[in-house]
């Protein structure tokens, strides 16, 4: 059973793209369909998130607040050093873990986790080998498909729709 869930930002929870305004300022898009489902993970079924990202955002760490993300970790070179430190703390194994990233930053995780997935629009060299390859890219979606798919797997899929229904 997952436990633990690895987000990867850029191309995952939002579509890669990085919009600087004139005064400087960041903008990035986040999907809100994705963010419920992580709020369910994180706040009803009372399950460990995690972001771990290579960049630096202030909007990143307003939006894993939001969610109830307890693990963020940015500006991280190797992202694999970082999850085995969390896995730790929780006494989890890497079978425990599912992740999902898009680009190469992402693949010693990616490789070491029990449950693997990569937007529709990630790198083939993580398609090559991760569990799933998600039909929707990442910010459109992805990180929705990956929750429902391991609500669905883990046997927690009807708690999940009783949520809202």
């Not at 990867?8 to 400087?24: C, E, F, P, Q, W």
């Not at 960049?55 to 607040?65: G, H, I, P, Y």
């Not at 680009?103 to 990616?110: F, P, R, S």
């Not at 529709?120 to 890219?137: E, I, Q, R």
Request: charged share 25%.
């Amino acid at each position: 059973m997952i436990e633990l869930v690895v987000l990867d930002v850029d191309g995952t929870l939002t579509d890669g793209k990085i919009i600087y305004t004139s005064n400087g300022d960041e903008l990035k898009n986040f999907d809100v369909a994705d963010g419920l489902a992580i709020a369910a993970w994180t706040k009803k079924f009372g399950k460990h998130a995690a972001i771990i990202t290579g960049r630096q955002s202030k909007l990143v760490e307003r939006r894993a607040k939001e969610l109830g993300i307890n693990h963020l970790y940015q500006g991280v070179h190797n992202k694999d050093e970082v999850l085995a430190n969390i896995l730790k703390e929780h006494n989890l194994s890497w079978h425990q873990v599912a992740a999902i990233g898009d680009d190469l930053n992402d693949y010693k995780m990616l490789k070491k986790v029990g449950l693997s997935f990569t937007p529709a629009n990630g790198t083939h060299y993580l398609k090559d080998f991760v569990s799933v390859t998600c039909k929707n890219k990442g910010g459109e979606g992805a990180v929705r498909e990956m929750f429902e798919y391991i609500f669905k797997e883990d046997g927690l899929e009807e708690e999940f729709l009783n949520l809202w229904i």
